[in-house]
């Protein structure tokens, strides 16, 4: 008997690599993802159907069963909510019920990355912006009669920024002068005399990460920017990939130079696609001009950089899960030990930064540390991109001061509150940072002021609520966000998430009472000590900030029954 044709075995860890390109290949196909087509791909990748299965069921953007016709997604997260997104959503659904659920859908998706331009929706993978419901339900109507009108442009209000080293106009100075000198010592120092901290929400040192990484040993090393951007009311990375996408990838290359990486991954959000064109275009010139690639400026030094669009979902930008997207997995955050620095992506030694962390570490890289400190203001030194959305007059990203006053901001370059009103509250960072009173808005944006103030600097994803609002109905939004993008790896976070949001819906339609509250900072405290990831440890913010601040509300919905600003007891979602 002659021997069994040798089977083709790849390594375990490479069996999923490039699988959602695949899976997006069929979905474009069939509009979904067949039984069969899933047997198919497990077979030719030597996997098990319940693997191949267990991924494309993790991300809301593969539909595994043929999704209507058309399928409008609102988006109903905090700035969204404060926009219309409710009103937008009542219209649309009075509108078409009694439609087939074959002909029409019509549910939530959480943030766009539209907060800016908010109330977003999205209707069959297009995304429109700033429509009255009257308009979306025009757009609904178009594209069920097969014409569906064009999806809105990202815009953005260009402006002339001082992170630019250059205008533009001579890119990567700063790598042609470091691949000439080799100063990899002299980069170091002037991004640790700089103070550079990371802008993907945490604040952790740059040059420690980065020090980390170049002192290992292993011949193989990646650096990854996190361009996931997925945070209600976090916009800045899209401005900065808009204005400056050569900053950022110029900041890579000196990331992997500077740590013997060889290969880096650029992890861009599936809703980018505008971003994610101007990047393909900047790799493809960067390379062209020698910036990239084998052999560097001619010299013996080579970095290459992999465009990787997410296969979706907010947690894929924590760090750990987001390594398990480009291995081709479900992302699910990894337990910590083994650190980035020591066991990230393929277990190698990792780097990921942020899209700002880069941009800023290749403009103090060409300018200084000296003159990233010269900017500032209150005393403190340093610049920030930031975001304003939710009841602003000028919704947007500004390129500020570090140390910017949060009511400057809001007044300065935000335009005020919308209509002339009063600020009530403002979230400095998203749900992540919770809510805190308009008396809080004179402290300036900076790391160790906003963590005394039980808050964050964070992703500076500033959303404002002006006087009117319901913050207890604030807190649930923020909430629920947490919840619907909850991966489910961890009980705390999976049953927790879900608890918290049934207590404060119970809280705004009068179903329970005061007793509740103890329950709350209990639920609060299992999430912030037994949550894996930074998802479930944050989600407690919004609702404990609120009873810290608007703690008279809260009580007013619990023990009488009245919601002070007529939000919620309405009978449907507040
Ligand atoms: C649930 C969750 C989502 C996150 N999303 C992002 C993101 O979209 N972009 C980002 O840069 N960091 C995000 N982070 C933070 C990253 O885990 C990581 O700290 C960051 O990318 C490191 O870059 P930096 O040091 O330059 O800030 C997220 C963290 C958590 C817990
Ligand atoms: S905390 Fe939540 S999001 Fe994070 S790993 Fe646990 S279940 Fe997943
Ligand atoms: S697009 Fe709706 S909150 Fe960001």
Redesign the pocket.
Known sequence: MSAPAPFKVLPVEHKTDGIFEELKEVQRKFEYLPAEELKRIAVSRGLALRDVHAIASYYPHFYLQRPARVTVKICDDMSCHLRGAPALQRKLEQRFQGMSEDDLTIRNVSCVGRCDHAPSFVINDRYYDGFSPDEAVSAVVQTIGGVPPRGSIYRLHEMPLATDPCGGEKPYSALKEFVRSRDWPGLLAKIKTAGLR???????P?NQ?WESVRNSTSPEKYIIC??????PG?IK?RFILTQLPHLVIEGMALAGLYTGAKRGYFYIRHEYQEQEDIIRGELSRACQNGFLGKNILGTDLSFEITLFVSPGG??C???TA?LEAIEGKRAEPRNKPPFMAAAGLWGKPTV????E?LAFAAAIAAKGADWFNSHGANGFTGLKFAGVSGDVEKPGIYEVPMGTKYSDFIDQYGGGVSSGRKLLAFAPSGPSSGYLPASMADLPMDWQTMNKAGSMVG?SAIVVCAEGRCMLDMALNAVRFYRNESCGKCVPCRLGSQKMVEILEGWTRGNSGPSDIPLVEELSHALRQGSI???GQ?LPAPIQSVLKHFRAEVEEHLTNRRCPAGVCFKGGRA
């Open positions: 990371g802008m993907g929400g945490a604040g952790y740059t990460k996190n361009a996931d951007e997925s945070e976090t990375d907010y947690i930008g924590e760090e987001l990921i930064n942020n899209v962390t992703s990831c930074g998802l944050f």
